[in-house]
């Protein structure tokens, strides 16, 4: 059924857990069937017993699977649904850093046009707040990064919609290192630190004044910039490359 992993694979037990999450999702473990039992998986895969429970226990927190005391392991109701995950050493190259910015533009022009048209007195008062933290954070010399994450988030709870809240949680995981390395880019120019601030000020302004379609287009050009700055930041580091290397050979010669 299973065919026997490779023993250098840097995770046996995520590796197993993804075979068994295909079975599951492709119906050949349907909801409330019982999977193989441990000894089997660990004989059919080729592993450990120990591998085996740390892959049903990964199973068991996604809420794909249940053990049931003294019977075994079974599919749970929902163990079909595809849950929405991105691997981290995917999603940590320069490019794919980009494309979650491009889905990120989506979504959040789409929260800050909702956020225009439901946030109340107290919501706006936070967005405003969380503006005004972004600028304190850097003006004391942090980078600002959680403080921009918390900006968004706030517009994000005025929308009143846990799932876009959610999905918004999801995604600036995987960016919160590139918003550092963005940021480090943007404090070596001024010009990049106005314009940072003006377009989370336009955001700030749309929802206050209700706006809803300004919102929307403020947010769109916000995280389109954000993945130009971001570009650039690469390409800058990229040039500098080669010069430090230039220079530790010449101190090499001396």
Do not use: W
């Amino acid at each position: 059924m299973f065919n026997k992993l490779n023993a250098n694979r840097t995770s046996l037990s995520d590796t197993v857990a993804q075979e068994l999450l295909k079975k599951i999702e492709t119906g050949e473990f349907g909801p409330g069937a019982k999977l193989p039992t441990e000894p089997v998986l660990s004989e059919q895969f080729g592993v450990s017993r120990t591998v085996v429970r740390e892959a049903i226990s990964r199973l068991k927190n996604e809420g794909a699977v249940e053990p049931r005391q003294g019977s075994g392991v079974y599919v749970s109701e929902q163990g079909h649904l595809r849950p929405l995950r991105i691997q981290f050493d995917q999603a940590s190259s320069a490019d794919a850093v980009l494309q979650i910015v491009e889905l990120r533009r989506a979504i959040d022009a789409e929260v800050a046009a909702l956020a225009a048209t439901r946030r109340t007195p107290r919501q706006l008062k936070a967005i405003e707040t969380a503006l005004k933290g972004i600028e304190a954070d850097v003006s004391a010399g942090g980078d600002g990064v959680m403080a921009d994450v918390m900006f968004h988030r706030s517009i994000a709870e005025a929308t009143g919609n846990p799932f876009l809240l959610q999905t918004l949680a999801f995604l600036s995981q995987y960016l919160e290192a590139a918003t550092a390395v963005t940021r480090c880019n943007e404090a070596r120019r001024d010009d990049f630190m106005r314009q940072v601030y003006e377009e989370h000020a336009a955001i700030a302004a749309a929802i206050a004044a209700g706006d809803a379609l300004a919102a929307r287009n403020a947010a769109q050009n916000h995280m389109f910039n954000a993945a130009r700055r971001l570009a650039q930041g690469a390409a800058d580091a990229k040039a500098k490359a080669p010069q430090k290397s230039k220079a530790k050979s010449a101190t090499k010669t001396r």
